[in-house]
């Protein structure tokens, strides 16, 4: 790859961390924060309405996504998106400001609107930066930053929300929250203007419906002239609404039954993100340029004892935190193919609809894993999500296992 290359993916691949970053890091600020204007009953409640309206719009606007990768510039419509971050993150100060829930949770909604609205434009530029070759290393590399933002924005958060303990800081904390959020939207959109690749022409004839339901099952009917691709999108979905429960249960489970602070607890996820992006960094690497689907199931399974372990022992904090990081770690191997599988055999401005179809699947998995969690919780505790977690992944590993093409075959396909 060579260096003019290299530079052309740093726009994109920033302009993606600080997206990612601030997501999380309101995200959390809401789980760490907000939570402390409701009873203390009322936490799982708060923490599930939150990840809920995030992913809203990804069910209700992923044909729309779709549509505007396929008929647009697709590095225009990430800029636009990255400038609409700023007024959003503007909203989400205001709720801080007043303590106001309703508002905070408006801007999660919207902030999950926007992010919606250029996932196809940002996943579907890697083949316009790096050509068929570049997929694998822009794939794995997205997604490693992508997790390191989860980190970042996890993490500070924590440090935020703990910034009441100290006497001296405690009357600022808004002030740095309402900051750090405008801040890094703004760095966001500057970086994206940089992003300029040769892209393919965009397609003014296409008749995409924008009705949810039938662009789902027309999608799925388009999928099946693709070996193995419906089903390497049931597995992504999967993976993710595992991330999800993983995510909320993690942070019920360190403040309750480890009884962690806020910064210990986003340490804990931040050295999640670690795995998550160690683990597809290494797919990235192992990979060389080739699809290697036996990765999947040897991941899955990696997940699976991890977490069962986790249900079984109920460890303390130094345990829990090595299996829940090798659990991170093993997604990592499970879901880079499955991305690269993808942008492999899906061409031109299809893709961008591809990826809407996939979004709205994975989306649509995380809704209703917010209700398991929701469920599951309130029924029994946090170990029992990750028994409900373990079952997940049994099932999703032995179906790739089954019907993923190569996912059984301890070659390159």
């Known amino acids: 790859m060579n260096k003019s290359v290299k530079t052309s993916w740093l726009p994109l691949f920033i302009t993606n961390f600080l997206g990612v970053l601030n ?45 505007l990768a396929r008929d647009h510039a697709k590095s225009k419509i990430i800029q636009r998106a990255k400038l609409y971050e700023i007024p959003i993150m503007a909203i989400a100060s205001v709720g801080f400001i007043l303590q106001n829930v309703t508002i905070t949770m408006f801007a999660i909604f919207l902030m999950g609107l926007q992010s919606c609205l250029f996932s196809p434009a940002k996943y579907g530029i890697i083949r316009d930066i790096g050509g068929k070759e570049g997929i694998p290393f822009g794939t794995g590399a ?38 750090a959020l405008i801040f890094f939207a703004v760095l966001g959109w500057l970086f994206s203007l940089k992003i300029a690749p040769k892209e393919t022409v965009p397609d003014d004839e296409d008749e995409t419906t924008l009705n949810p339901i039938l662009f789902l099952i027309r999608s799925y009917k388009w999928s099946k002239q693709i070996k193995g691709l419906n089903i390497v999108i049931i597995g992504l979905a ?19 039954m480890l009884q962690l602070s806020d910064t210990a607890t986003s340490t804990i996820m ?16 192992i990979s060389n340029k080739k699809l290697k689907m036996y990765l999947v199931p040897i991941g899955g399974t990696g997940m699976l004892l991890c977490v069962s372990t986790i249900f079984i022992v109920n460890p303390s904090t ?23 599988f993808i942008q492999d055999r899906v061409h031109g401005r299809k893709l961008g609809l591809i ?12 809704l209703v894993s917010a209700g398991i969690f929701g469920l599951v919780e309130t029924m029994a505790n946090s170990l029992m999500v ?9 099932i999703i590993t032995i179906v790739a296992w089954l019907r993923i093409p190569g996912a059984n075959k301890l070659k390159a396909l």
């Open 142 to 179: 997205m997604e490693m930053l992508t997790f390191m933002g989860v980190l970042i924005g996890t993490y500070i958060a924590g440090v935020t929300s703990d910034i009441s303990l100290i006497e001296s800081l405690s009357p600022y904390r808004t002030l740095i929250v309402c900051a």
């Open 318 to 340: 130094i345990l829990f935190t090595v299996l829940i990081v090798l659990t991170a770690f093993f997604a990592g191997i499970f879901k880079i193919p499955l991305n690269s």
């Open 386 to 394: 990750f028994a409900a977690v373990a079952v997940i992944t049994l």
């Open 23 to 67: 997501d999380n890091y309101l995200k959390y600020l809401v789980f760490f924060i907000s939570t402390t204007w409701m009873m203390k009953d009322q936490e799982s409640i708060v923490i599930m309405l939150a990840s809920a309206l995030f992913v809203l719009p990804y069910i209700a606007f992923s044909p729309i996504a779709g549509k």
């Open 355 to 366: 990826l809407a179809y996939n979004n709205l699947m994975l989306f649509t998995f995380i």
């Open 270 to 285: 931040a050295l999640v993100a670690v795995g998550i992006g160690a683990g597809c960094y290494l797919t990235g690497v």
């Open 238 to 256: 999967t993976f993710w609404a595992i991330g999800s429960l993983l995510q909320m249960n993690i942070t019920v489970h360190c403040r309750n």
